[in-house]
């Protein structure tokens, strides 16, 4: 696989010197056509010790704009980063439309180093590898363009290159114990790269393997695959003005009618209800059980993602409180999600969600979710076809790095007939502080009551998995609900802390 | 001083549901009011343990509208949070203009309890006071309301709580082991408490004593503070339409007067220069020896701020590449900064500079930086005459914290003559792709020479200190800047890590 980046290519200094200019204005002229649409760039530098990564990226980011560029080289996790699933540390610096992210050390350097250490499988590095593929898929389809470099020295080269250094008193520096260390280990790193790259090199997301011999040819042809993939992505949106647009022509999964049709809602018991009295009762007992939970689980380590979602005036809100009221402030967080912000739009749907992803040992609670992308934003058209149908697997996605990470996700879907709907509505309407509650939205939402009903069973039938089930919450009696909520809280996360 | 809370205050059932109507639509209306001005508020809820502050967290959660509310309850910090400066973790959970942030235990939390179990003596506690007085004068005067709740039992009043907490089967999970420590320790508590208000009661940020033994009371009284505190900044912000006007009055600094006199710059000797050879050898010296230094930081947790201000052309950028090209990518962040971001605008405008701090160890070179404000804001008259005086102040603030927390601070201005700055003008000009480095702000700013002289001049005036001092380069020739500033980047780290 690497043997076409074993060819001995280097560059002349004047040849080098007269591509310059031209390749710099280009770049920075396309750093300002960028800016323009919903695209970004992603560039990752991978690659062979001594090939000169580092060197590579202080020279892209000389010759860009350095205010679009943010550069990222990462280390070893914190503990912030460790505690939340694998992902997460790339997520928090991802760039925004309209800017290029340059990754120094990326997704690929822990499976890689572990793998050539040891200290995992072949197929934990195949399953990392999928995952990795599926992420940058969606990214892809989001319209940014991943760049993928791995930088490329023989065996014999990085020898040389090393020995090099090492014999020069002002820059031996540059040479860290590690690099002989693994200059020891090349076969092996050079067998698990090479899989590592055949299993994610994709037409969205493509390896690119460079010669690293001479520092010149290889900053040139770095700089030249940038500036390609960039004008190819202009090149695009230029095509198809919006990103969305792009995927017209794509597969979308087949969805329920809209119309009468019985769906999984049909399915709930909404004459379930309960007493003042048995509610009450219930109630302290529940929060006390929930209470004890939630701390063992903090010592534990053990987090909970809760999910709220439902029909306007459901009562998620009541619901939600009488979950929280019963632990510790420190515990837990409440994300109420609302229409997306400036900064929240310049990043991918599921940004904003998995930024609030709680520490290891607490609580995050969404009232309203990433199933906004599958239910509102389908229903009002503020996602494509192609994009709210591929977003099911990508939701999917999502959460099993969620479960794997060992967070517990409960997702609640609060059912109400359309007559107490109304009836809620009406109620609302006549208290003066409820008021602000029911907007003209509130009353177009429950005119395509149907489309939503639709829109709930795809949800259901799509993103009810395994380890992160939907339940179905009976709320026409919101004493009943918010008892069913706990009971089913505690026995999810009793079942997980045994 | 807490005579006052311990009257024995209480709210029959009726008069407290007839009240909460009109409360909670005023309390929605001002939210609503609220979302139109670029103010914003802040409730810190204090008190003694026992007095419900979760139980008042959740109360005002329940009468607001949530997508309005950020509620932050702080527990031990993380890593993340230790190994940046005090305030951090709080500058990060701030939040925005419009919404409201509720604050369960806050900066007076850490200070407050280190005294009391005596790892601090009470001069530790009075300078601490100062930094919050400060901190919070400042959110006040960018227009931010403070609203500061102390809930207030005696400790008769707490041990009856706490008793009758435990006696009860289904609540007794409420009363946690160190609660009974601090009801032993409630003299000295109540002690320091007093003091720590005494020391933060100011009319930006007053304190308000509740007393807490009924529980309909206190929820309330918080209500209607946080209404009137609202109330009276909607009135505030009617009458003045921006808040930057609202100070108009406020007294100003005296600055150096725009014109042909000398300043500070005038004692830069911009005849300095290198010979090619010499700056060859001395840059690969200085580059290794900046290299071993940083790693040596890095081992040490010594984090360095590295500020680069100058004039346009000065050649910044170049300087920053010779500052990073000798380390590890792992080890520093370049921040450019330019104009600030609508999610910028909506905090303070020193809140996207903490948000960059290094951790322990690292290295963040801010390419301009919070000097801005007193530099082109001042000039171009983006900041009120009242805005950029205080911002002296604030920064001299700002950059102690940074040195409290063991951060070595580095501020460059680089220097120029006007005819070397119309030279490299003309030159960008021609070179196709620096073109794009020029632009009409550029020259605009070049016809406002001497006002920019001017500032320069306040700035070092007023924030080169002891810690912190500014240092002026010599920048005509660039090569004799590079290794100046290099140089003295060596020489101030190795003094530290001695």
């Known amino acids: 696989m690497f043997e076409t980046a074993e060819l001995g290519r280097s560059l002349q200094k004047d040849e080098y010197e007269s591509a310059l200019p031209d390749l710099r204005a280009r770049l920075v002229q396309a750093q300002i056509d960028l800016k323009k649409t919903p695209s970004r760039v992603l560039v990752i530098i991978s690659g062979v010790d001594g090939a000169g990564k580092a060197m590579t990226v202080n020279r892209l980011n000389e010759w860009l704009d350095p205010r679009g560029v943010n550069t990222h080289a990462f280390d070893t996790p914190s503990d912030e980063e460790r505690e939340r699933p694998f992902f997460w540390r790339f997520w928090r610096t991802m760039p925004v439309r309209g800017r290029i992210g340059i990754f120094y050390g990326s997704w690929y350097t822990e499976p890689l180093i572990q793998t050539v250490y040891k200290k995992q499988k072949q197929a934990d590095l195949d399953a990392a590898m999928r995952r990795i593929a599926s992420q940058e898929q969606m990214l892809a389809e989001d319209g940014a363009i991943v760049l993928k470099l791995w930088l490329h020295l023989s065996k014999e080269a990085q020898y040389k290159h090393l020995k090099g250094l090492e014999s020069d008193p002002h820059r031996h520096w ?3 114990p590690t690099d002989w260390k693994h200059h020891r280990l090349y076969e092996k790193f050079i067998r698990v790269a090479g899989r590592m790259i055949r299993l994610t090199d994709r037409p969205h997301a493509p390896w690119n393997l460079i010669e690293a011999t001479d520092d010149r040819y290889r900053d040139l042809t770095s700089g030249r695959l940038l500036l390609a993939a960039m004008e190819q992505a202009l090149e695009v949106t230029k095509k198809t003005s919006a990103i969305g647009r792009r995927d017209a022509a794509n597969p979308r999964l087949k969805i329920t009618p ?16 309960l007493s003042k009295d048995a509610y009450r009762k219930q109630l302290v007992r529940r929060q006390a059980e929930w209470n004890r939970l939630v701390w063992k689980a903090a010592d534990k380590g053990v987090s909970n993602v809760i999910v709220f979602e439902g029909w306007d005036a459901a009562g998620k809100g009541s619901c939600i409180r009488r979950v929280t009221e019963a632990i510790d402030p420190r515990l837990f967080q409440i994300i109420p999600v609302a229409a997306p912000t400036e900064e929240e739009r310049a990043h991918h749907y599921l940004w904003r969600f998995w930024k609030w992803l709680p520490r290891d040992g607490r609580v995050t609670i969404f009232d309203r979710s990433w199933f906004g992308r599958v239910l509102v934003e389908r229903v009002e058209k503020f996602a494509t076809a192609a994009e709210w149908s591929r977003a099911y697997a990508e939701i999917n996605d999502f959460e099993e790095q969620l479960c794997r990470h060992g967070i517990v996700v409960h997702k609640y879907w609060i059912h109400l007939s359309k007559e107490e709907q109304l009836a809620r509505f009406q109620k609302r ?13 509130d009353w177009r939402n429950r005119a395509k009551w149907n489309a939503y009903k639709a829109a709930v069973n795809d949800m259901v039938a799509h993103t009810s998995t395994g380890n992160a089930p939907w339940t179905l919450v009976p709320g026409n009696d919101k004493r009943y609900a918010r008892i069913f909520i706990l009971k089913d ?4 996360l009793e079942k997980v802390l045994k």
């Open 174 to 176: 540059r040479v860290l």
């Open 258 to 273: 809209v119309g009468r049709n019985r769906t999984i809602l049909d399915r709930v018991n909404l004459k379930k209800s």
């Open 429 to 441: 309407e006549k208290v003066k502080y409820k008021r602000y509650k029911i907007t003209d939205e």
């Open 489 to 492: 809280l505690c026995k999810r």
